[in-house]
């Protein structure tokens, strides 16, 4: 009786491996290439949010008005000719529900004016709204009485529209919410917009 052996897989058994593993590596390859294409493409669209202007009109026409969508991460201008920019923006909390109380780092919806301008030494320059307002009261008086919020709770204050940390306007690419409930602008928007944006312009927040 005869044994015979090999000193590896047969001939075609090993070409079969050879095969499998061929294979293997493209498909591995293949998905590898897939990952970075994907990483690449998120990294793009979140890379470059810039502003969008108006071919037609180098500054604003007239009386201008401001609405910011929360949802969009937008901040829009009009004006007597009607659309003349968008900017994109952040605000503080992920979540994008109506402010509550001092604290929540929720940015305030409703109707508000620019009451106030003025350079700020963290964030380039700082336009304040006059939250809260009449409206704004009414909302967290309804609120606390529903039992809502606490009874303890404070209606906070201290809400504009403001620039980034310097070298961080990142933040507005990437959609990083990290304001105390604030609208925070890349610089260079804020330093255009506070350039033409007077004091009682109208600003309506909208969820």
Not at 79 to 107: C, H, I
Not at 133 to 138: A, I, L
Not at 176 to 185: E, L, Y
Request: aromatic residues 10%; proline residues 6%.
């Amino acid at each position: 009786m005869y044994v015979l052996m090999f000193a590896g897989p047969p001939p075609v058994m090993s070409r079969i491996v050879k095969h499998s593993k061929k294979n293997h590596m493209n498909t591995r390859a293949t998905l590898l290439l897939a990952a970075m294409a994907v990483t690449m493409l998120s990294f793009t669209e979140h890379s470059n949010r810039s502003a969008r202007k108006s071919l037609f009109n180098e500054k604003p026409n007239g009386v201008i008005s401001i609405v910011i969508d929360k949802s969009n991460y937008e901040l829009s201008v009009y004006d007597n000719d009607g659309w003349y920019a968008t900017y994109p923006v952040v605000f503080g909390s992920k979540s994008q529900q109506d402010k509550m109380m001092e604290g929540d780092r929720l940015t305030p919806e409703g109707s508000f004016k620019i009451t106030t301008k003025r350079p700020h030494d963290k964030w380039g320059q700082i336009m304040l709204i006059d939250y809260p307002n009449k409206e704004s009261w009414e909302k967290f008086n309804k609120r606390k009485a529903q039992g809502l919020i606490p009874k303890s709770a404070r209606i906070g204050g201290g809400i504009g529209i403001h620039g980034t940390w310097p070298r961080d306007e990142m933040a507005v690419d990437q959609y990083q919410n990290w304001t105390q409930g604030c609208i925070s602008m890349k610089l260079e928007h804020l330093y255009e917009l506070y350039g033409y944006c007077p004091v009682g312009t109208k600003v309506t927040i909208k969820p």
